[in-house]
């Protein structure tokens, strides 16, 4: 948590408002009463749904403070327990559609959850106090609440993680507001906002930045697509005249190409965000001219920070960095090994803090990601151009960017090492052009090799999400090693280079 004087200096900014988001959206239904808010459910609705989920899930014994692990796929459900969850001060402790047995079983270990809450279709197998089904939602009379204070935290995300399992991200209601209701305004939207959001919903870009949150702040619509697939998405477009979407590098580049085939007037759209990823300047170019719409650069974290393009930034901005912070209480460092400034325009790693940058991980997991002084090491390796706008070049920490899902290789090559036959295990990121990153495992096998399909069976039968399977797995007798005899994935990664450069 933040230290008290820059507790008070946020709320004397203005930043944090006392409100959480049980009142908020309270005052949404007040002012935006009968518009329609998400796939035809109204502002009203939906405040009235909350408060007769909040007093349900009361009934079944969960109470202020208590963790949930919500797992739901894009729709209105999501919405309802969201809001139930703030409403009872119960923490929702958000996992994606594509985790399998081993994240949720990590997230409600971790976070000593006593509920699960999902969908039939997307339930795995995991201890837990009960499981809660979406079809089947407890709703009850609404009842006096005493609920939780803007301080509080209102839900555990999710973080990239850079060691191991995920981490989780405590996030207060006046933090996340304020990111909220900033991004809204940044990004011009407004009560004719028509957002499609077509990232899985749970995800800190399409849920805040300015994402389905920052819709409902100024009063538009959302529209929930179940895939973000072009098949799905652009008959949304047509029919419901989307204004706004957000996707990740890999899928801006599908459609593009689809869009050059499209059956389906796209018109509507003036808005592209992008990020999550490093996104091509060459890819960034070909959204204005392809899509007839403009692109704003995201580069964010869901442990706070969030830089955007701004609408009124040049081209050359816009297709070149991935802009800069939301707050000017953003307090940004670029620095070197040793926790020096680089000289400006210089290559870095990014530190940061502000008003919704947290200054700790759930139960203080690693503290080393955090300076004396209370800045977050983001891992990323920047330069800062003269405009104020960040440029990342890069990646300091371990973890592997598939096309904006994050793969921690420890935890992967952990999985590898359970195998009988593997002896041990490396996971690299390799250059992809569509993902921008993909994963490849060496390998030392333990007598005869297995295959590389059979260790991917393996790794799915233990539960883990699709997304981390190894793309490529290669077999070798042995790894280089660092000086202290750890395996230098260093090594590993220049001779993959070296062969790749060589067409081999
Ligand atoms: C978003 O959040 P996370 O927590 O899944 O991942 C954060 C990491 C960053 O530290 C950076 O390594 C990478 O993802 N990243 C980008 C990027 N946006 C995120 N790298 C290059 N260019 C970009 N535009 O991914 C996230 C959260 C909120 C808004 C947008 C993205």
Redesign the pocket.
């Known amino acids: 948590m933040w230290p008290d004087d820059f507790a008070a200096r946020y709320r004397a900014a203005g930043y944090w408002t006392g409100q959480t988001f049980g009142a908020w959206l309270r005052e949404l239904a007040e002012e935006h009463g009968e518009r329609e808010a998400v796939d035809r459910l109204s502002y009203a609705e939906l405040d009235a749904r909350a408060d007769r989920l909040a007093a349900g899930l009361h009934g079944l014994g969960l109470r202020r403070g208590d963790r949930v692990v919500v797992q739901l796929p894009n729709g209105t459900a999501f919405f309802e327990v969201i809001f139930a969850l703030f409403r009872l001060g119960a923490l929702p402790v958000f996992a994606l559609p594509a985790h399998r047995e081993n994240e949720v079983t990590h997230l409600v270990t971790h976070s000593a959850a006593t509920a699960y809450l999902t969908t039939r279709d997307l339930e795995v197998k995991v201890e837990v106090g009960q499981v809660i089904h979406a079809d089947e939602l407890p709703y009850a009379e609404p009842i006096e609440l005493d609920g939780p204070a803007a301080g509080d935290v209102a839900f555990l995300?999710?973080?990239?993680g850079s060691t191991g399992l995920p981490k989780l991200?405590p996030r207060t209601h006046d933090d996340y507001l304020y990111s909220v209701r900033a991004s809204a305004g940044i990004c011009e939207l407004d009560s004719s906002t028509v957002y499609l959001c077509a990232l899985p919903v749970a995800?800190?870009?399409p849920l805040?930045?300015p994402?389905v949150l920052g819709v409902l702040h100024a009063g538009g619509r959302i529209v929930m697509a179940p895939r973000p697939t072009p098949e799905t998405a652009f008959p949304l477009i047509e029919r419901e005249r989307v204004t706004i979407t957000?996707l990740?590098?890999p899928l801006a580049l599908v459609w593009l190409e689809a869009a050059k085939r499209a059956q389906h007037d796209l018109s509507s759209l003036k808005l592209l965000?992008?990020?999550?990823?490093?996104?091509a300047t060459e890819a960034a170019r070909r959204v204005g001219p392809e899509l007839g719409c403009r692109l704003q650069?995201?580069?964010?974290?869901?442990?706070g920070l969030?830089?955007y393009t701004r609408a009124n930034d040049p081209d050359e901005i816009v297709e070149t960095t991935?802009?800069r912070p939301i707050s000017p209480d953003d307090e940004i460092l670029v620095v070197d090994a040793h926790d020096r400034p680089v000289a400006p325009g210089e290559i870095g790693h990014?530190l940061t803090r502000g008003p919704y940058t947290i200054r700790g991980y759930y139960r203080d997991s690693d503290p080393a990601a955090f300076t004396a002084d209370g800045f977050y090491r983001?891992?990323?390796l920047v330069r800062l151009t003269p405009t104020g706008h960040l440029v990342?070049e890069g990646?300091a920490?371990e973890?592997i960017?598939r096309g904006?899902e994050?793969v921690s290789p420890e935890e992967v090559e952990e999985h590898l090492l359970a195998h009988p036959a593997v002896r041990d295990a490396a996971v690299v990121a390799v250059p992809d052009p569509y993902l921008g990153e993909r994963t490849h495992a060496f390998v030392v096998p333990l007598g005869e090799a297995p295959t590389g399909a059979e260790l991917r069976k393996f790794l799915r039968a233990r539960g883990l999400a699709v997304y981390k399977l190894p793309d490529r797995t290669e077999f070798v007798d042995g790894f280089p090693a660092t000086g202290v005899g750890k395996t230098s994935k260093k090594d590993l990664r220049a001779a993959l280079r070296a062969r790749l450069e060589g067409g081999i």
């Open positions: 995300q999710l973080s990239g991200i995800h800190n870009f805040s930045s994402g957000a990740v590098p965000q992008v990020g999550g990823a490093r996104l650069q995201v580069f964010g974290m869901a442990e969030v830089n991935q802009g990014l983001t891992g990323d990342v990646r920490k973890v960017n904006g994050k």
